[in-house]
């Protein structure tokens, strides 16, 4: 037999025991079109267009491929993987006569309002497409602030816009104003500047409950549905404003099946994980699920001061570096909390006409912090903290000693010194009826962690200090 013939048949073999292995939906978004299956003497090569996906194929499917090979060959093989951009050109091109130059339907207040060029700038507006004073400037990648909380979900927003349809759909999910709107723009404009025939919509999943509701009410259905079950991008932001719609929820999922079966891209975002969109059924959280999931968490102190300097300069707005520090301090969570303050002191500098210092910035923001900032209580922390390290409600009020419970009753006590103005006996009375020598002495063992940022021994694991401090901080300042 022929070694080309034979090395094809292998691989055959190979892409069925592996689509078995991993189940066919899996295999169909990893190793479908896009991806090269080889075999090159004593290796066997995996080929992808796109870093992102040979990255996420090698981590999550290595020893998928290595129990493949070791059950089909009869030779070890070992796995080699290859980046090939060529490719690209076997991802599933824009149909002739689909395209909508426009790119959308008539949304308003939609990204569908405004098209982006080459520079990130306005189109020149064409028949329909007329653009008027104060419509939304819509983001792109190049205006993205990333941090360690957004790594993820930026590197697989880029791989996706390069390669719409690589990988779909793609979720992603957490609370407001930590970018997921501006991860979906963009890859919204970063799609309609790559491919100008290419047929994109973006719009909210309330917006899109509308837009069904009056066709339905308007015996307009085929007109709704060709519009979005012929799209080469769908974008839908905060998915769940679908629960307890059933009507929609089933429309969206014909939607969705029809697109995916095309090789379509899909891109949500939602302000909960997966697991807390159980109102929107099992099908579609399936088909979400089975795609890609990132979360976006709430940026961390050196995002929001990157975050505010950059803002800072869109305004024109002259702020010294101490009070950048400042508003990163107090300003946490919110990106839009951020803008707004920065909004308040350019008034100031307007009215009063001297430039910033960190004192007139503390007495122009006074209030807005005073405003925005939620008293945190034993209570708040003692919740955080068990949600953080799995615990029962009431263990860290118990007499237990272990230290999969200790070392987080010492952190909660650390927190309740820091955002609370409990008294040391009161806060050793909440957690389990310890003495204020013992808060003490709690204190000074956390400060020593975060010195060399030990483990806090938890039931599942060790999580280190600093990031056991920023996830539990996090959730206290959302709420």
């Given at each position: 037999m022929d070694v080309a013939v034979s090395g094809m048949e292998i691989v055959s073999d190979l892409r069925l025991a592996l689509s078995n292995r991993?189940?066919?939906?899996?295999f169909d978004l990893w190793f479908g079109r896009a991806t090269r299956l080889s075999i090159d003497q004593d290796a066997f090569c995996i080929e992808t267009p796109d870093q992102f996906s040979l990255d996420w194929i090698r981590k999550h499917f290595r020893d998928d491929l290595e129990h493949v090979t070791a059950s089909i060959c009869e030779r070890p093989l070992?796995?080699?993987?290859?980046?090939?951009?060529?490719?690209?050109?076997?991802?599933?091109?824009?149909?002739?006569?689909?395209?909508?130059?426009?790119g959308h339907p008539?949304?308003?207040?939609?990204?569908?309002?405004?098209?982006?060029?080459?520079?990130?700038?306005?189109?020149?507006?064409?028949?329909?497409?007329?653009?008027?004073?104060?419509?939304?400037?819509?983001?792109?990648?190049?205006?993205?602030?990333?941090?360690?909380?957004n790594r993820i979900a930026f590197t697989a927003a880029q791989s996706i816009?390069?390669?719409?349809?690589?990988?779909?759909?793609?979720?992603?999910?957490?609370?407001?104003?930590?970018?997921?709107?501006?991860?979906?723009?963009s890859i919204w404009c970063s799609v309609r500047m790559s491919s100008r025939n290419s047929r994109c919509v973006y719009l909210s999943a309330e917006q899109f409950t509308t837009y069904f509701l009056e066709a339905l009410q308007g015996s307009g259905l085929p007109s709704f549905r060709r519009k979005y079950r012929d799209v080469d991008l769908l974008v839908l932001d905060d998915i769940q404003f679908f629960a307890g719609k059933q009507a929609t929820i089933t429309e969206f999922l014909h939607t969705s099946d029809a697109l995916l079966r095309d090789g379509r891209q899909l891109v949500f975002a939602a302000d909960r994980p997966p697991a807390e969109l159980a109102a929107l059924g099992p099908e579609i959280l399936g088909r979400m699920t089975g795609g890609l999931v990132c979360e976006v968490q709430p940026p961390d102190e050196a995002t929001r001061e990157e975050l505010a300097r950059r803002m800072a300069a869109d305004l024109e707005l002259a702020v010294p570096p101490s009070v950048l520090r400042y508003i990163a301090e107090e300003f946490f969570g919110d990106a839009r909390q951020i803008r707004g303050a920065l909004h308040r002191l350019k008034a100031t500098v307007q009215t009063w006409g001297s430039p910033l210092s960190l004192q007139s910035a503390?007495?122009?923001?006074?209030?807005?912090?005073?405003?925005?900032?939620?008293?945190?209580?034993?209570?708040?922390?003692?919740?955080?903290v068990c949600s953080t390290?799995?615990?029962?409600?009431?263990?860290?009020?118990?007499?237990?000693k272990s230290k999969s419970i200790s070392h987080p009753r010492m952190l909660a006590m650390w927190l309740a010194r820091k955002h609370t103005r409990a008294a040391l006996t009161e806060i050793g009375q909440y957690f389990g009826r310890r003495s204020h020598s013992t808060v003490i002495a709690a204190q000074k063992r956390v400060n020593g962690w975060m010195q060399t940022n030990s483990p806090i021994f938890t039931?599942?694991?060790?999580?280190?200090?600093?990031?056991?401090?920023?996830?539990?901080?996090?959730?206290?300042?959302?709420?």
């Open positions: 991993i189940g066919d939906e899996r070992k796995l080699v993987f290859r980046l090939d951009a060529a490719l690209k050109r076997h991802q599933r091109p824009p149909e002739a006569g689909t395209a909508d130059r426009g008539p949304v308003t207040g939609g990204p569908e309002s405004e098209a982006c060029d080459s520079n990130g700038g306005r189109e020149k507006p064409g028949r329909g497409d007329q653009l008027r004073p104060g419509k939304r400037r819509f983001s792109h990648f190049n205006q993205f602030v990333t941090g360690n909380q816009a390069e390669s719409p349809g690589s990988v779909t759909p793609f979720l992603v999910y957490g609370p407001h104003g930590v970018g997921k709107s501006h991860l979906l723009e503390e007495e122009s923001l006074q209030e807005l912090i005073s405003s925005h900032r939620r008293a945190v209580r034993l209570n708040d922390i003692n919740r955080v390290f799995g615990l029962n409600p009431d263990a860290l009020q118990s007499t237990k039931a599942e694991g060790g999580l280190s200090t600093s990031e056991a401090i920023r996830k539990v901080e996090a959730q206290l300042k959302t709420g």
